[in-house]
């Protein structure tokens, strides 16, 4: 299977996985990825912006675009 298969792949089942929601938690993240929000945090932090994890802040709340999260996830996955 070519990567563009595989990373098609990928987005299918990780938007199946997360539901019909538009935007995720950082709860959701962790529960997915089987992280710590320690790690979700430095993701957000990082100094490369390419390499950052894509956010919203809403007041004190933090909340991520599915679509994006995915996009990023697939990013981090295949680079190299």
């Known amino acids: 299977m070519g990567a563009g ?3 098609e792949q990928w987005r299918k089942d990780l938007d199946s996985a997360l539901g019909s929601r538009a935007f995720l938690t950082v709860e959701d993240i962790t ?3 089987g992280c710590t929000e320690v790690s979700v945090h430095n993701w957000m932090r ?3 912006l ?3 994890l894509p956010r919203l802040k809403i007041g004190r709340q933090i909340r ?3 679509t994006e999260f995915i996009e990023w996830l697939i990013q981090e996955q295949f680079e190299e």
């Open 64 to 66: 991520f675009s599915k």
């Open 31 to 33: 529960n997915l990825l």
């Open 50 to 52: 390419e390499k950052r």
């Open 5 to 7: 298969m595989r990373t």
């Open 46 to 48: 990082r100094n490369d």
